[in-house]
Every structure is written in C-alpha cells, then in structure tokens.
C-alpha cells in the first residue's frame, strides 16, 4: 500500500496545551508490578488533567524505592532527592524559599515512619501546603524485605518471620499532629487514588496520602497485610468519591442525606457518598477513633478520612508575601546604610 | 574616700604602686541575680571614658544558683585579650568567695559583702568590706529587688575605688535600661548609694583610670550581634534554627532585626524564620531553601555540628548554597556548654562521611563576625556550597570594643543562576558542566518557567546532567571537579592577615578569638626576650597561598589554637608540602577560658629555649 495512512487522532493536551508526553519522566528501575510505579503514573495523570505546570511543581523524597521514584514522573519539573527520612525538612525549605512551588513528597513506610517519624511528626503539625505521598509497604525494599513501623503485628515476613510490634498508623498520627488533608488509598484502586491525588492538589495545606503499595519482592505473600491479595479482601472505602475541578459546572443533584460536598481551596469540589453511616470527614476525633477502631478489625479503611479547610497553612501563618522569598531583590532584602548607622550608633 | 596617707606604705594593706588604667578586676557573683546588668554598665562606663577595655562573662550552664565571674580589663596599651592576673576582685558570692580571695596574686584588692568577712584570710591583700544589704536598703521597699540591686551597688564602690566617673555611670545604666524608666531609677540610686559609701573607705591600692581620648567613633558589642547583623545585612531570606548554647542569641537577635528593618510597606515580612525540631531539621531546611534560591543560614554550636553531619555532606555533594554560624563551645560531647573553644575546626573541615571538604570562614574580631556575615553569603552562592563561619563563644557572647562596621559595598553575589533567558539562549544546560574550568557549574531555581529548567538534585552519584550514574569514571570526574571547587575556594575566600616584616626566623600561626592574646604575645616576646616575630592569622579554609608562603618563609611556625589536638595544625599539616609540615609547632589548649597571652608567650619561650 503506496497510499497515506489513515491520519492518527491527535493526542490529548490539557489547558495548556501539554501532552501526557510533558509529565512522563525517565524509565522506572522499580520491580514490574511495583505498586509504586502505578501510583507514578497516577500522579502524572493528575498533573495533567488538572494543567499543573511542570515547571511550577517540585518534587522531595527521601531515600528508598519510593524516594527514587520522583525520576520517573515529571521529568520537567526540578526534584531534589534528599537524606533518608528528612524530605520533610527539605521540602519546608523549598516551599518557604518560593511559597509559589507545588511541591510534592514522595516518600515511603520506612522514609517517614521510622527514621524520619520525628521530622513528619512536625511537618504535620506546620500544616506546610504540599502534597505529602507515602507509599506504603510494610517492607524496607532497597535493603530486602526487612519489616517497616507500619508492618502489622503477626504479619510475616517470606522467610515465615512475624512481626511482634504495633503498627504505627500513619493517617492516624497525621490527623492528630495538625495535617489538614488525611487520606488512604491503594495502589491498585484507580479511581480513588486519582480522586484523592486531585483533590490534595487542590488543598492548601498538608494534603497526606498513605497508599497501600504492595511490595512485589519482598511482600506480596500469604501471610502478609500489605499484598495485592490482602488488600482486595480488606480494602474498606468508606465513601465513594468525585472530583469536580474548580471550572466545571455540576449537572448531576445529590442526596445530601448520602453524600457530602466539600468545595477545595482552589474552588474545585469534591462529593463523597458516604458508604459507612455518619462518616464525615471534617470530624477530627472520630476519624482517629474510626481508624483505631478498624485497624483492630483487620479493615483497610480507605478515602479521604480527614480534611480540615479552615486552618492556615505554614506559609499563611508565617504572613509570607506572595513573592517568591528566594528572588526579592537586593533593594528589598538589604537595609539601608542608613538603617546601619542607627543601629551602630546604638552600641556606642 | 581618703587617700592612703603615703603611697610608700608597703607590705600588709600598704598601697600598691599605682596601675593607671592598666588592670583587670573580677566580679564573683550568683547566676540569675542580675549581675550581667550591673557588669555591662561598668564596662561601658570605662569605654565612655575612652578606656580600652574588654569584658568576659564566664557563666556556668544553669539559670540560676551557680556562680559566675565576669573579668574587665582596662589596658592602656590596647590589648583586649583576657588577662589572667586579677588586680581587683568584687566577691558577691558566699559559695566561692574564700576559693576567690585564696586566688589572687599578692597585693591584689578585694571589695567584697561585709557579712561574708573576707578580711581575715590573707594579709597580703587591700580588703574593702562593704555592707551592701544596708546600701540598697533605702533604695528599694522589696526584699527581691533589693537582691538585684546589690550588684548595681558594687558599681558605684568600684566607681568611687577606681575614679570613674559617676556621670558615665549614670549615662550607662540609661543606655542598659534605657526605656524602662522605673528600672533605669532603682538602679541608678543604688550605684550613687554604692559610690556614696565608698567615699568613707580609704583607698589603699593603686588601681585607678584616667580619662582618655581613643573611643572616639567606636562601638560595644558582641559577636553574635554582630554575625545577627552580617546576615541582615547579606540579605538573608530564610532563616532555620535550634536553641542551643552559645549560638541562640545569634539567631533571637536577629529575629529581632528582621522584625525592625526587614518588613516592607505591606506589612509582610520579607524573611522566614523557623525554630526547627532539632538541627538535622533546621539544616535540611536551610538546604531545601537555598536549594530553592534562598539565601538560607542556620546558626548553631558542637553538638548540632554533630547532627548536621549527613545534611553537609548532601550540601556538598549536591551543591547547595547555605550558610552555617557555628558559635564553638567546648566538646567533646555536651562538654562544657558554657565555654569557649576552637574545637570544630577539624570535625567541620571534613563534616560528613566520602571525600566531603568544606569552605569555612574564622572572624577574629566582632567587625569580622559582621564582614565575614555578609561574605558567606556571597561565597556560599559563588560556590554553591555550604559556608562555615566558625565563631566562638568568646567572641560570640562578650562585649567587644570595634570600630564602626562597614556598609556592604559590593552588590549581593547571587552566583552562577541560569534564567529562563539564558536557557533559551542556550537552548538547555547541564547543572554539572564545567563550563567555566573553575569546578562551579551553572544551577536553576525550582520554578524558572523553562522546559529545560529542570534538575534532580540528588546525593546519589550523578553525571553531568544530574542523572543518576554508578559509572566509575563518571564518579570520579564529578568528584575531581569538587577539588577543582575547592581549589577555586582559596583564591575567593578571604586571604590571610599577615603582621610583621616578615623577615623574622619565627613565624605564629592563629585564628578567631585567639587573636588577641597572640597580637599581645608578639609584644610580650619582644619586650620581654627580645624576639621578633611575624603572625599570620588564617581567616578562612581552604587555604589561600599565601599560607604555605608564610611557612616557607619561617624556620619555626608555633600554631596557636584553643583545643587539644591542634585542629588546625593537622589542617595544615594535611594541606602543605611535606618539607614544611616539620616547621610547624603546636601551642594548643583547651580549659574553657579565653587563651591569654602570658601562657602563650611563656609556651613560645620555653620552646624556643629548647628547641
């Protein structure tokens, strides 16, 4: 056949103009089936469908098989992988330097749970407005398949080992420490983890995302509560969510006897139908109580489980201008020679 | 007060031969009771009477209960250095005061609280019992204030004792207190009853000060203003931190300035300030926002050295601009939290595990914790790397004389940043690139609005473009590039101070605080043995040239430095060629106290003595 072919349908770009192409980043060196490589592709979607910028977004991690993953996403966007545990401190940096940055943390179990619990302990608590991934496997990866801080207790290793000690729950904590944005999701669970990545980019504050990811190397096995299998049989959602961005107009009525609406800092809205009786997310003490309440049952109870709209965030609280810290000009940043003579003639 | 009737009256209580503003006075009192007040209106007293004089608060690591002794030393020749010799002591503190007077050099004097019934102890010493509870009794109705005001009484005595003047008392407590009227009140009465009493003591030493001229234009502070103000100064947009001793001042002072001179019309701070968990946080901080274009410091002491270790070394090997104050303290470990040392030289060189090397600054003087401020700044952005400014306690937190800082003339150095301009220039660019053979790269902030803009920062091995590389020749070319870094370092870095002809056999190396007991020990050899010797005083690592020039040029060279293992001796020994590390002796102690001039003289001495 001589002939042209049939022309290809154009690829799909968002409101400014970028393909899915713009937000890919480089090959991923994580195992085939890695749940964290799944959540990559989630983000990057995310940021597509909602315009992000690349340039405008800045990606943190730690140290770990979800720490390298920011290399395989958003490729035009600048990242800086960080000490083992301390992306949090990295990423307040950056945000107070340039409070324009999106900025999101990829982080995983042993990142933020062990060797950084104390440094996410206060990032919640500052409520910093950033997108806070923890990809969570109950497994230290790049050093096979040693047991995390949020293993559960009696969950086995593949070489039959149990785990003796509580499981720290991430969500749990971040709710009590000040996060504004609490949410579980699975990798395996599409729709709801995109949901959630979008509407954590539409929050002004600490947006945190536990995602059960299941490790395929070191813990998928029977035996394990973080594997593909466990968490089909235990995955609870406790609403059904959507996304609304800011610009669209809502067609479809809704009980509000099943379902709450919450409109985002950006303007966007979420609805979630409520699956379990009286959930509502803005409730701080029940979510906690909640969460306790089905870790002991052996439930994986996923969606938003908190989300708070009114408390400032870091940047609001410390009063920053809306430029950028880092680029003020020396004009602005530099007193006067005047004001260093007052202050001399003061010492003498 | 009555003269002493002949100044040839010797021996038990006899005058001394006159020392006219030439002596160094101790007060001994209680931590928390209020004496830091009293200590800075006498020392300001005597530098409005254009004495050179310095002051050194030794204080222990409590906030209320334990003793404390703050030295002045007024000297007429201009040395500031701490002198070990008490001409003079006010003894307030019933817990040390028989260890006090048991201390001091014969013929010294002693002012103490009546009660404490000091006189008795030796007879080679001027006693000035003075009943102080009775003096500041009518001053204040309430028994606590009165507990404060007591200290302020023995600044009146020693005005009278000494011949200060009562108006520059008055004209120090109102720049001490200043707004605090009813303060400024209390305790101006209870210097004027404190002078008032001594007037029936007889004098019987000969320690008195003259007015003179010599002050004019200069100023009193401390070092950890003065570094508070270098980075005002700098520019400095993001500030992280953890309290910790000697350091918190720097930062809490400088809060304050920022508050004062760094909010613009808007009413919006042009800063961000953060009290971090711990240092590990306040460093990842201060490296995520330099990272992010911030001119980014934090300021702490040894033990947060220590936890900032692995952060460091990621600011190296990821080339990230940020500033660190360390205010050094005694070490190893907690040590002695309240004390002066040059301890970190060796620890910060070489902070963090692989071949890391830092750029590390060594202000000797308050006007240098001001300069070297500014300076770090600029180096740590020219360089895009972490800066070390190695200050100390001494210098950090006593009150120094110093001539006026100067405004920063030279515009802000924000180093080598690409912008969206450039990169559509140049079509893209390499953060790692050796383009300009000096080992620095060009970088872009997060956020440039530029496809291309984008880096990964990482501390895992990398190439060029910042991608990750495991590639042997690959590692080793990007860690060949940080030496050419650090080679570029020493020609940017401040270059020596360098005093004497030059021409002399002996040759003194030193740095920071131990400064002003080396420039006085150069006096004391040639006055007292005759020998010349020429001093070169590092002001920053790594080492600029003219370092090894100064080795080569002298038979022996005595490293002066206040710790033990002669930190920065092993600096240089790794650093000049081997044929000149023989030349090199070390005078090296650590005691907590500021280095004093007659224990380095008397150590070159004895060394030159015995070869």
């Not at chain 2, 080679?487 to 101070?497: F, Y």
Request: net charge negative; with cysteine; hydrophobic share 40%.
């Amino acid at each position: 056949m001589t002939g042209p072919s049939p022309a290809a349908p154009a690829p799909r770009t968002n409101g400014l103009g970028l393909g899915v192409v713009d937000y890919r980043g480089g090959k991923t060196t994580l195992c085939a089936g890695c749940g964290h490589n799944a959540i990559s592709e989630r983000i990057l979607e995310a940021m597509f469908e909602l315009s992000v910028p690349p340039e405008r977004v800045v990606k943190v991690s730690g140290i770990g098989c979800s720490s390298k993953s920011p290399a395989y996403f958003l490729g035009r966007s600048h990242a800086f992988n960080a000490v083992h545990g301390r992306m949090p401190a990295v990423a307040t940096g950056a945000v107070l330097a340039n409070r324009t940055l999106l900025a999101l943390g990829v982080s995983g179990d042993g990142d933020s749970a062990s060797i950084g619990l104390g440094q996410f302990a206060h990032l919640m608590r500052r409520n910093l407005p950033m997108v806070y991934v923890l990809e969570d496997n109950g497994v230290y990866g790049l050093t096979k398949g040693q047991f995390s801080a949020t293993a559960d207790r009696g969950a086995t290793l593949k070489t039959g080992v149990a785990n003796e000690l509580p499981a720290l729950d991430i969500c749990a904590l971040a709710i009590q420490l000040g996060a504004t944005f609490v949410a579980r999701s699975f990798s395996g669970d599409k729709r709801q983890l995109s949901t959630l990545l979008k509407a954590a980019l539409s929050h002004r504050g600490m947006a945190l995302i536990d995602v059960i990811s299941p490790c395929v190397t070191f813990n998928d096995h029977e035996g394990s509560t973080k594997s593909y299998a466990y968490m089909k049989d235990h995955d609870e959602p406790i609403h059904e969510l959507s996304y609304v961005p800011a610009r669209e107009e809502i067609a479809v009525e809704y009980d509000p006897g099943t379902t709450v609406e919450v409109t985002l800092h950006d303007g966007s809205r979420l609805r979630l139908r409520k699956l379990e009786e009286g959930w509502d997310p803005r409730d701080r003490v029940r979510a906690v109580a909640r969460l306790l309440e089905s870790a002991q049952g052996g439930e994986v109870l996923t969606g938003l489980l908190f989300l708070d709209l009114k408390a400032p965030s870091f940047v609001e609280l410390l009063g920053l201008p809306e430029a950028p810290l880092a680029t003020l000009p020396e004009e602005v940043v530099r007193p006067s020679r005047q004001v260093l003579a007052e202050i001399l003639e003061g010492f003498r | 007060m009555r003269e002493a009737e002949s100044a040839a009256r010797d021996g038990r209580g006899g005058a001394r031969s006159p020392k006219v503003n030439d002596f160094s006075l101790q007060v001994a009192t209680v931590n928390g009771s209020g004496s830091q007040s009293s200590n800075t209106v006498l020392l300001r007293a005597l530098f409005q009477m254009g004495l050179p004089v310095s002051g050194k608060n030794l204080f222990p690591s409590n906030i209320a209960g334990l003793p404390t002794w703050y030295t002045i030393r007024v000297c007429r020749d201009g040395w500031i250095g701490r002198k070990r010799e008490i001409d003079l002591l006010v003894a307030m503190n019933p817990d040390t005061a028989r260890e006090d007077v048991l201390g001091l050099p014969a013929g010294a004097a002693v002012v103490f609280d009546a009660p404490l019934a000091l006189a008795g102890l030796r007879d080679d010493l001027t006693f000035y019992p003075v009943p102080f509870d009775r003096l500041v009794e009518p001053v204040a109705p309430d028994a606590k204030l009165r507990k404060l005001l007591r200290n302020m009484a023995y600044v009146g005595v020693l005005a009278r004792l000494l011949s200060v003047e009562l108006s520059e008392v008055e004209r120090a407590i109102g720049k001490v207190f200043g707004r605090k009227a009813k303060a400024r009140e209390l305790n101006l009465a209870a210097a004027r009853a404190g002078h008032d009493f001594a007037a029936t003591l007889e004098k019987r030493d000969g320690l008195r000060v003259e007015r003179r001229e010599g002050n004019e234009g200069k100023v009193i502070v401390d070092g950890n203003t003065a570094a508070a103000l270098g980075a005002l100064f700098a520019g400095v947009t993001v500030v992280t931190w953890y309290p910790i001793t000697p350091s918190s001042s720097l930062v809490e002072t400088l809060i304050g300035y920022l508050r004062r001179h760094r909010v613009g019309a808007d009413g919006k701070p042009t800063f961000a300030v953060v009290q971090a968990e711990d240092e590990l946080a306040s460093i990842g901080m201060a490296i995520g926002a330099g990272w992010a274009g911030a001119r980014a410091m934090t300021a702490t002491a040894g033990p947060g050295i220590s936890l900032m270790s692995e952060f460091a070394g990621l600011g190296y090997f990821a080339e990230v601009p940020v500033v660190i104050f360390d205010v050094q303290r005694v070490g190893p470990s907690t040590g002695l939290p309240t004390r002066t040392s040059q301890g970190d030289v060796l620890s910060t060189a070489f902070l963090s595990h692989g071949d890391t090397q830092h750029v590390m600054l060594f202000p000797g003087t308050v006007e240098e914790c001001f300069t070297m401020g500014v300076e770090a700044f600029d180096l740590a952005e020219r360089l895009q790397t972490p800066v070390f400014v190695l200050s100390d306690l001494d210098l950090g937190m006593n009150n120094w004389m110093a001539d006026p800082f100067p405004y920063p003339e030279r515009p802000v150095d924000r180093g080598k940043v690409l912008g969206r301009e450039d990169l559509e220039r140049l079509g893209g660019f390499a953060r790692y690139r050796d383009v300009d053979g000096d080992g620095i790269g060009w970088r872009t902030l997060p956020g440039t609005d530029h496809p291309r803009a984008a880096y990964f920062a990482r501390g895992t091995g990398h190439d060029e473009s910042a991608a990750y590389s495991e590639r042997p020749e690959v590692f080793e070319s990007n860690m060949a590039r940080l030496g050419r870094k650090l080679h570029t370092a020493r020609g940017l870095v401040p270059a020596p101070e360098v005093r004497g002809e030059g021409k002399a056999e002996v040759g003194i190396i030193a740095y920071g605080s131990s400064h002003h007991a080396v420039v006085e020990t150069q006096a004391q050899l040639l006055e007292e043995a005759g020998l010349v010797t020429d001093y070169l005083r590092v002001r920053a690592y790594p080492f600029p040239r003219q370092v090894e020039a100064f080795v080569a040029a002298h038979r022996r060279v005595y490293v002066v430095e206040q710790n033990r293992d002669a930190q920065m001796q092993a600096l240089l020994k790794i650093d000049l060629p081997g044929e000149l590390v023989a030349r090199l002796r070390a005078v090296a102690h650590v005691h907590g106290l500021p280095l004093d001039a007659r224990s380095v003289t008397d150590e070159i001495l004895a060394r030159e003595e015995t070869p």
